[in-house]
Nanobody, 117 residues
Framework: QVQLVESGGGLVQPGGSLRLSCAAS????????MGWYRQAPGKQRELVAD?????STNFADSVKGRFTISRAADKVYLQMNSVKPEDTAVYYC?????????????WGKGTQVTVSS
């Protein structure tokens, strides 16, 4: 059974930094992509950043230049710098692969990030 477990969320002041981690377990395959999504109250879940198995990355415009993403085997990290109140959300780890039927996504349960003074 595939599991994604996030850690590292919490309360941080505006302008501060936070590092989220996600560890995957239970797979007998390699994730083609891993990344982070977030969902703020009353808003749809949105992509924050993802990283492909070849190392290519993709970022939401709102976090470019402030967040970085990295991967080590079955773990993915999100380094959040210069955070803003609008970064407040539940952050979800995402991983999966693409088959002939489309995306096969796996999700963590989420970790709360609150940016407030």
């Amino acid at each position: 059974q595939v599991q994604l477990v996030e850690s590292g969320g919490g309360l941080v002041q505006p302008g501060g930094s936070l590092r989220l981690s996600c560890a995957a377990s239970g797979m007998d395959f390699w994730f083609q992509y891993m990344g982070w999504y977030r969902q703020a109250p009353g808003k749809q879940r949105e992509l924050v950043a993802d990283i492909m198995s070849n190392g290519s990355t993709n970022f939401a415009d709102s976090v470019k230049g402030r967040f970085t993403i990295s991967r080590a085997a079955d773990k993915v990290y999100l380094q959040m710098n210069s955070v803003k109140p609008e970064d407040t959300a539940v952050y979800y780890c995402n991983a999966g692969f693409i088959s002939s039927k489309g995306r096969n996504d796996y999700w963590g349960k989420g970790t709360q990030v609150t940016v407030s003074s």
